[in-house]
C-alpha cells in the first residue's frame, strides 16, 4: 500500500460547496490516478464521518484509489478502508497499531525529523511532513520549511516522508526530488475548476520527479 502514497488528495468539502460536490469531485479525482484520498472532515461526529468513509470508499474501490481516514481508528476499521492518519491530537502510534491489529496502514502527522523519529518508534509506516510551503487552504502549522529542510529531514528520516502544505502540480516534483515519497494536497484538489485535470497534473508531476 506504501506506493499508493504517491499522491493523495486531502478532503475539505467547504472548498467546494458541500459534502454532495465534495463527493463529486471524489470519483473524478480517483478516476485520474491519484494515489490516495484521505477523509479529513474534523467538524463530523463519528457516525457522519462513518457514513462519508463508507461512500467514499465505493468511489476509491471503483478508482482503484486507496482510502485514508484522518484522526479515527476507531471509524477506519468500521468503513474497511486501508489506512488511517494519526494528528497530533490522535492516539499515538503505537497504541493505534494495537487497536488496528494490522489491518491498517498507519500515517502519522509531523513537523520535524524528531516527529518523524518518534513516530517510526511507535511503529508508524509513513509520516506527512510539513509544511514544505505556505498553504493556501488552512492556517499554517508553523513556517515553511521550504524543499532544503526537506531535503534535509528526507536523507535522515526512518520512514518514507509525503511532503504536505501549498503542494501544487508545479511544486510536486522538487519535493519528490528533494527525497519525498509522495506528495499531499486540499486546495490544489478542492479548489480546482477541473478536478480531474488538476489530479493528472500532479500525478505527471510526481512521476517526472
Known sequence: MLDRLHSIAITNRHLCGGMEPMLV??????????????????????????????????????????????GSVEVALAAGVEGVQLGFDALPADAARRVAGGRLLIGVSAHSLVDVQQAHAGGADYATISPVFPPSSKAASGPAMGVERLHAIARESPLPLVALGGIEAANARACIEAGACGVAAIGAYWSAADPAAAARAMVEAVRRG
Request: proline share 2%; charged share 20%; with cysteine.
Open 25 to 70: 469531485r471524489a470519483e473524478a479525482i480517483a478516476g485520474a490516478g491519484v494515489g490516495a484520498i484521505m477523509l479529513r472532515e474534523k467538524d463530523l461526529t463519528p457516525r457522519e464521518l462513518f457514513a462519508v468513509a463508507r461512500s467514499l470508499a465505493v468511489i476509491c474501490q471503483k478508482g482503484g484509489t486507496m482510502l485514508i481516514v484522518n
